[in-house]
């Protein structure tokens, strides 16, 4: 990813390796969740494998942060890590989410250690202007501010960090 992506709700029910598609609202969150196929070609972040058959993913929309964060879980039910897109703000229109990412984002791993993944991509993002200056500040701060609340325990917020699921 070496630009700003859109990610939309429901995006995931057009990616033929993912099914078992379901969403539901909880207040101000949205929560998809989509079960990779057994013919799922296996995918890392690091070392940590985050797509397998069976593996389960979940996308939670969190419209009073204004942030999307997705938990990862394998086949047997056991939680891999956290993958936070650094974005725009979400935007709202009807029943449509969407985010502009920025490139830059986190992986925090169960036991909260957190990676910042991209950084090259980003780097050559800004230097092609593909990302402005405004944008990378934004993103850059947001990164500070994410990884500060996750030491606090303050991110993931306790309805993602604390979700489980049962296989």
Not at 131 to 160: D, H, W
């Amino acid at each position: 990813m070496n630009s700003p992506e859109i990610i939309t709700n429901g995006a995931w029910q057009s990616v033929a390796q993912m099914t078992d598609y379901r969403a539901e609202w909880f207040s101000e969150m949205l929560v998809e969740r989509a079960t990779w196929s057994p013919d799922a070609e296996e995918q890392f972040i690091g070392g940590q494998m985050i797509v397998q058959p069976g593996a389960v993913w979940l996308r939670f929309w969190l419209l009073e942060s204004e942030l999307m964060v997705e938990k990862y879980f394998d086949a047997t039910g056991q939680p891999l890590g956290f993958y936070v897109p650094i974005s725009m703000p979400l935007q709202r229109r009807v029943s449509t989410l969407r985010i502009i990412t920025l490139v830059l984002a986190l992986w925090i791993q169960p036991d909260e250690r957190v990676t910042v993944l991209h950084e090259a991509e980003f780097d050559q993002a800004v230097a092609t202007g593909a990302i402005t200056p405004v944008e990378a500040e934004q993103a850059e701060q947001r990164i500070r501010e994410l990884t500060l609340f996750v030491v606090q325990k303050r991110f993931p917020p306790a309805m993602v960090r604390n979700f489980t699921i049962k296989v």
